[in-house]
């Protein structure tokens, strides 16, 4: 029997299960640990709440969950409850599929200045992850400033621009709700250090941004390349810029009312410091020039007010003790998905954040490759490891509280019954509350 631990139940843990049970059928057992009691990953607490359609994938995994062969093993923070040393004495291989929940630093002055925060803290808040609960972001003031280009500060935007109405059949957690309610917000600038044609953001994502009820996304068109330019661009990033240009057409200036909202997009805008004496009042930019497609200074130095800033600039996974790890790249050190012997990393723990939902699919498939490659070659010895049973054992002798995938129907169910009227769930936000579900 061959015993896999895999860490981390989101999209890259979950593909990475259905690839080892293709692989070898009944000869494996797969083990999937969470420090949350609840699966998903990023399906739960990183996809905005009102992209349903794209977190139904879950059933999928929920397929792969019921199989025999594998369990879920919530509430067990492997590096603090158990080690990584004890996983690789008990499964043959261990797979870090921990995703990358960290912010990455913008590494500036007044980054520390109340009323900024990283994406990762941002949407964990929205979408009820226990770690962000509690921010509690100052709403009232008249400009938020939302750093970066790709799909993440599309859906921050998004998600400050929406009403009430528009969150309808989403997941949005009722604390989010309730603030996004009262906000006050007038503006929100979403800032690119780069151009239109180096945006990171996909057609359909961007597109939405046209078909809110209560605001506008505007481009200057003096920022926009010459339409021919266009041309040279891949298919997609064409199309995106196409929502560009049309977000530059006058609106004729008949839209705008009381409670609007101006999207304003800012290119060749790199941030430089972030002022304020509490609080964020104010962020600078330097406006840049592009060389051989990389943004450069040009000492011009532009101060936009701002009373909020998230900055939606990528993310680093969490480092675990004993773990080698690559500090510059923010995720694990890796070749090819193998980092020691019989220790592996998948997904955005192994190449970063990067891709979709889906492109974590192959790579749970090219890391199990790796696995049988191993395994054919002798790696894992002819000693039987003691697997899920031996952990089992581990973990009474130290009154782990466990979550099984049963617990978590349970609590899944408790969300369900919990629901506001056309919502799908309403999220425990808490750990406690979770446990407490269970009865
Ligand atoms: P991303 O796509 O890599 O975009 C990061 C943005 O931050 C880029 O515009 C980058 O600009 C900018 N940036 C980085 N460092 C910066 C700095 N120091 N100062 C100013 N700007 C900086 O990352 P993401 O938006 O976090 O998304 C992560 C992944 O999740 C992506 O693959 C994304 O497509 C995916 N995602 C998908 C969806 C969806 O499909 N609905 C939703 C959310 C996320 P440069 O290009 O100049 O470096």
């Known amino acids: 029997m061959l015993h896999i631990a895999i860490i981390g139940s989101g999209p890259a843990g979950y593909y990475t299960a259905e690839a080892a049970q293709k692989q070898w059928g009944d ?27 794209i977190k139904g994938v879950a059933r999928r995994y929920e397929t792969t969950a019921l199989s025999d062969n594998v369990r879920f093993v919530g509430n067990v923070t492997i590096g603090r409850d158990v080690t990584i040393a004890e996983l690789q ?33 941002f949407v964990g808040w929205y979408n009820g992850h226990p770690e962000f609960a509690e921010l509690d972001p100052d709403l009232s003031v008249d400009t938020a ?6 799909n993440v500060a599309l859906d921050v935007a998004r998600i400050l621009s929406k009403t009430r109405t528009e969150f309808a059949g989403s997941d949005i957690v009722a604390h989010a709700l309730d603030l996004l309610d009262t906000s006050r917000l007038r503006k929100i600038i979403i800032l690119g250090r780069r151009g239109p044609h180096q945006i990171m953001m996909t057609p359909k994502e961007l597109g939405e941004l046209g078909d809110l009820d209560r605001a506008r996304p505007h481009v200057d068109s003096a920022d926009l390349p010459e339409p021919a330019d266009d041309a040279l661009l891949e298919p997609g990033i064409r199309k995106s810029v196409g929502h560009l240009r049309r977000f530059a057409e006058p609106s004729g200036g008949a839209f705008f009312g009381a409670h609007d909202i101006e999207i304003d997009f800012r290119f060749f805008a790199a941030p430089h410091a972030l002022i304020g004496t509490d609080r964020v009042e104010a962020i600078e930019v330097e406006r840049t020039t592009l060389v051989d497609g990389r943004p450069v200074g040009t000492g011009k130095i532009e101060r936009i007010p701002a009373g909020l800033v998230i900055s939606c600039i990528g993310y680093r996974t969490e480092p675990i003790a004993g773990v080698p790890f690559d500090e510059r790249g923010g995720r694990f050190a890796n070749t090819d998905g193998r ?17 979709t939902i889906g492109t974590n699919r192959p790579d749970g498939f090219g890391v199990i490759e790796k696995v049988a490659e191993d395994k054919a070659a002798g790696a894992f010895g002819e000693n039987a490891r003691d697997g899920g049973g031996g952990f089992d054992r581990l973990a009474a002798a130290r009154g782990l509280e466990v979550v099984t995938f049963g617990d978590w129907k349970r609590i899944e169910q408790a969300e369900t019954d919990r629901a506001r009227t056309g919502a799908p769930r309403e999220k425990f936000v808490d750990v406690a509350e979770m446990i407490r579900a269970l009865g």
């Not at 020691?340 to 723990?349: E, R």
């Open 27 to 53: 000869s494996v057992r797969i083990d999937i640990f969470d420090r949350l009691p609840v699966p998903y990953g990023l399906i739960r607490t990183g996809v905005a709440p009102d992209h349903q359609s």
């Open 89 to 121: 004495d008990l499964y043959d291989a261990v797979i870090l599929a921990t995703g990358a929940p960290r912010d990455r630093p913008l590494d500036l002055p007044g980054e520390g200045l109340a009323n900024i925060y990283g994406s990762a803290a």
């Open 339 to 355: 980092i020691v012997h019989g220790l592996y990393c998948v997904g955005w723990a192994r190449r970063g954040p990067s891709g």
């Open 145 to 150: 400033v939302v750093i970066g280009m790709g």
